[in-house]
Every structure is written in structure tokens, then in C-alpha cells.
């Protein structure tokens, strides 16, 4: 192979490597939480609450009482797990009950 197509070729696949690796880094999405252990297990328990969460069954929410009203990092982690894990509604977001607010969040009550 000539040189210059072993350069152009080298250069191809760092540009690629760099493309595909600066989506793993971006600053958007991380909370200022995430380093807080309580965020990690928000996180977990809003995943479960998530993926098993029936609006007509209040027992399917599962959040730590004493973690959700006295930690914000582990509401921040919740949120961001429940939304993460639950199944698309398509976009029907009356999926879910509406709060006395008329917010239709889930079961986050935010």
C-alpha cells in the first residue's frame, strides 16, 4: 500500500473512533447528583419502579419514603431511572394518572 493511502486510511478510522466515542462524554444528561450514592439508589429503585409500574396498582411503585422527601439526589436519580426504564407509551402520555395538578408524570409525583 503506498503511504498516502495508509495516512488517509489512519486518519479515516481516528476520525471515526472520535465520533463514535465523543457521544460516550458529553457533559448533557449527567446530574450533578450522579456521584451522590443515594442518586445510584434513587436510580435503581425509579429502573424498578419503571419497568414493572401499573397505574392502577400503588404497590408496583417502589421508592425509599425517607430517601425521596429528604434527598434531592435521590429524587434527581429516581426520576431519572423511571424515565429511563419505563416502556414508551408512544407518546400518549395518558398512560399515566394525572396528579391533582393535572400532571401526568407517573408515579413521581412531581
Keep these: 500500500m503506498p503511504l498516502r493511502l495508509i495516512n488517509r486510511l489512519i486518519a479515516a478510522v481516528l476520525l471515526v473512533s472520535l465520533v463514535a466515542l465523543s457521544g460516550c462524554s458529553t457533559p448533557f444528561g449527567k446530574s450533578e447528583y450522579a456521584d451522590d450514592p443515594l442518586y445510584g439508589l434513587g ?53 399515566y394518572p394525572a396528579d391533582a395538578q393535572g400532571r401526568r408524570n407517573g408515579p413521581s409525583g412531581y
Design 43 to 95: 436510580y435503581t429503585d425509579g429502573c424498578g419502579t419503571g419497568t414493572g409500574f401499573n397505574p392502577a396498582d400503588r404497590s408496583t411503585v417502589i421508592r425509599d419514603p425517607e430517601g425521596w422527601s429528604k434527598s434531592k439526589a435521590y429524587r434527581a436519580g429516581w426520576k431519572k431511572g423511571f424515565n429511563a426504564c419505563r416502556p414508551s407509551s408512544g407518546g400518549n402520555s395518558s398512560a
